[in-house]
Structures are given as structure tokens and as C-alpha cells.
């Protein structure tokens, strides 16, 4: 069975920086694309970055610059460095298999940028 389980959520003030993490276990990690998706209230899930398992990364156009995502495959682990938040980044960040989520979605973890 598939877990996914993300943390490092919270809230922050524009210009600011967090680190979310996912734990993943239940499938073959290391050979797996993976990615990180967001889902603001009222808006349908997106993408927001994608890792392949040589390490090669792609950024949404609206978080290119400021989101960095990165993997740890020893740990099953994948990482997304956010900085420079700003409120159109309040979301729901959820961790996945990319660029189609085929695995149970975890609870996710919250992002609020807010002054």
C-alpha cells in the first residue's frame, strides 16, 4: 500500500521562505517520476514541479526561480525548497506520482502566505 504523507506546512509572511517534505513508501520511489501538486480553495489540483529519478526537475512558469524541488532517494524522501512566497502560493501542497497523480492522495499539508 501506498503512503504519502507530506509535512512542513505553515503559515508565513510574503517574502518568505518554508521546506515541505514527503515521505513516501509503498512503491519503488527511487524509479518513480514524482511531483509536487498544489489545490487552492475553489481551484482545481495542479502541478506546481516534477522530479525524475536521474534528478532532472521542471517548475510551473508561476513558482520557476523561487520553488526548488529535490529528492533524497536513500530516504524515499522528496523536498520542496519555496522561496519568495507570495499570497497566490496559499494552497494545499500535496506529494505524488507526476505528471499524473495515480496513487491515493495523502492529507497534504497547508501553505498560508499572509501579512
Known amino acids: 500500500q501506498v503512503q504519502l504523507v507530506e509535512s512542513g506546512g505553515g503559515t508565513v509572511q510574503p517574502g518568505g521562505s518554508l521546506t515541505l517534505s514527503c515521505v513516501v513508501s509503498g512503491l519503488m520511489f527511487s524509479g518513480k517520476t514524482m511531483g509536487w501538486y498544489r489545490q487552492a480553495p475553489g481551484k482545481q489540483r495542479e502541478l506546481v514541479a516534477s522530479?525524475?529519478?536521474?534528478?532532472?526537475?521542471k517548475h510551473n512558469e508561476t513558482v520557476d526561480g523561487r520553488f526548488t524541488i529535490a529528492r533524497d532517494n536513500a530516504k524515499n524522501t522528496m523536498y520542496l525548497q519555496m522561496n519568495s512566497l507570495n499570497t497566490e502560493d496559499t494552497a494545499t501542497y500535496y506529494c505524488?506520482?507526476?505528471?499524473?497523480?495515480?496513487?491515493?492522495w495523502g492529507q497534504g499539508t497547508q501553505v498560508t502566505v499572509s501579512s
Open positions: 505524488n506520482s507526476a505528471p499524473a497523480g495515480l496513487n491515493e
Open positions: 522530479i525524475g529519478w536521474g534528478d532532472s526537475a
